[in-house]
């Protein structure tokens, strides 16, 4: 962060009150105004797009996600705005948000897709996006998901591993087909993310080692249903950096040029998602300097180049809406319990991952006031790891609705019903208008299909 944070006990007015980071400074209302473009304060109370947050929370009740239609295609637009002079296609991680709303979207927009099973592909055309700009990621993918994406005829396999290959021939066989791949290198390049979502080290399960890769590209190249169109890389997701980028391109161009001299050509070079975005103080790189950083030297590569970005399309365009159910000060801490938990949110509990919490007012007295004070923002799942934010100075009261933000991806995908919880609501929003995208699952919901033992 560039501007000094003020500390909890300065003076300032309404409007610099924004976001607290876990060391308990706050982010004024520029860097919210940078990170969450579609939500803002308006005369004290929070807004996403021109919705109010306490309407949301009365019509559709809580814990809901919400996201805003315009900032989905506004990052959407970004990377297209900054690749034009490239021919290009964004393949959007399905896997981020699947929510066929939010396919819809994006698909109307005319993005592709990156999916990693055959469910995937089904949202994918059950929301009008387009099996030809399709590419299929994943180290398992099975017989059938193959047979099925081949029949819908997607643009390419990114093949992670020989008997992959050596089956997608196969099936591609038996249905008379040729199937379009690309091999995903693994270039042995450190992403410097969390180590559960680095995927670009040779200690990873992802790709066909750098090394291996040639080989790998003449046995392929003599299986009598393979077409190669491309190569891919993926290395890790929630990268702040564009070095680890250009360290993957450039392995990768090395790899293509060795393929040349092969004989095998190659359409496109798939650079996979992993931009990182700003969840509460991080600095990573903007769309448009990725582009430029990246730009010189694929217009010298003259491929059509793909992108697989999940994350930053979708992040920071939803929110989690959750309504405090109980305060607990105790003496070491003090907790507020809200109805949404783990089960809802599991980022927080699974990467420590840390999430600005946003009331959905400004405290009435601003915030040299008393009434501060750091909150454990917890759900109610019987497990210590069960908490969405930790020592966040807060004015809470029970009832209030708090805006958990950059929930737009990896937030609802990642939900379960442990507990015996029914999943939350999606919603979408775009201008004065609400639309519910995915009702609340019922509680008969999550045993209707269970049967008793008969004796
Ligand atoms: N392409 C491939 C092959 C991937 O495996 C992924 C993400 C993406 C693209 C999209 O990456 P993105 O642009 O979203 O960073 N659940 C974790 C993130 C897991 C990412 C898995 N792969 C989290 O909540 O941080």
């Given amino acids: 962060m560039s501007n000094p944070a003020p500390q909890a006990n300065t003076t300032a007015s309404h409007d610099d009150v924004a976001v607290q980071t876990q060391q308990g400074l706050y982010i004024d209302a520029t860097a919210l105004s940078l990170h969450l473009p579609a939500l803002e304060y308006r005369n004290n109370a929070l807004y996403l797009e021109d919705v109010s947050i306490n309407e949301l929370a009365e019509h559709y009740d809580t814990p809901c996600y919400v996201y805003s239609k315009q900032a989905i295609l506004d990052v959407y637009q970004a990377y297209a705005d900054s ?38 592909l089904m949202r994918v055309l059950a929301a009008g996006g387009k099996a030809s700009r399709v590419v299929f990621s994943g180290v398992g993918k099975a017989y059938e998901d193959i047979e099925y994406a081949l029949n819908q005829g997607i643009a390419c396999f990114n093949v992670e591993s020989i008997s992959e290959l050596i089956l ?35 200690d990873n399960k ?24 491309g190569i891919d890389c993926h290395i890790g997701s929630q990268l702040t950096e564009v070095a680890p980028f250009i360290a993957a391109m450039n392995k990768v161009i090395e790899l293509i040029h060795s393929l040349q001299e092969k004989g095998i050509e190659l359409q496109h070079i798939d650079l996979g998602g992993g931009l990182g975005v700003r969840y509460i103080d991080e600095s990573p790189v ?8 990246l730009l010189p030297k694929l217009t010298e590569l ?4 793909f992108f697989e970005p999940g994350r930053s399309i979708v992040a920071n365009a939803g929110i989690l809406l959750t309504r405090v159910e109980v305060l607990k000060p105790t003496k070491h801490k003090n907790f507020a319990i809200v109805d949404a938990a783990m089960n809802d949110l599991i980022r927080p509990a699974l990467y420590q991952a840390q999430m600005a919490v946003i009331p959905n007012h400004l405290p009435a007295k601003g915030l040299d006031t008393d009434d501060m004070q750091p909150w454990d923002i917890v759900g109610a799942i019987c497990e210590t790891g069960d908490f969405l934010a930790k020592d966040r100075l807060l004015a809470l009261a029970t009832n209030d609705i708090l805006a958990i933000t950059g929930a737009g991806a990896y937030g609802f995908v990642m939900s379960s019903n442990y507990n015996s919880r029914p999943r939350s609501a999606e919603i979408m929003v ?3 208008r609400h ?11 999550l045993y209707n299909d269970e049967v008793l033992w008969q004796n």
């Fill in 286 to 293: 903007s769309i448009e300097d990725f582009a430029q950083a």
């Fill in 206 to 229: 992802f790709g066909i080692a750098h090394e291996q890769a040639l080989a790998v590209y003449e046995q392929a190249a003599g299986l009598s249903n393979i077409d190669i169109v």
């Fill in 435 to 445: 639309q519910l995208i995915r009702k609340r699952e019922t509680i008969e919901d």
């Fill in 168 to 202: 997608i021939n196969e099936v591609a066989q038996k249905l008379d087909k040729q199937a379009p791949i690309s091999l995903r290198v693994n270039p042995d390049v450190d992403a410097k993310t969390h180590p559960y979502i680095s995927t670009g080290l040779k």
């Fill in 430 to 432: 775009s201008g004065d």
């Fill in 302 to 305: 003259g491929l059509t180049v």
């Fill in 83 to 120: 690749f034009a002079t490239l021919d290009h296609q964004i393949c959007y991680a399905v896997k981020a948000n699947s929510n066929l709303a939010v396919l819809g979207v994006l698909a109307e927009a005319g993005a592709g897709f990156d999916i990693v099973s055959r469910g995937e």
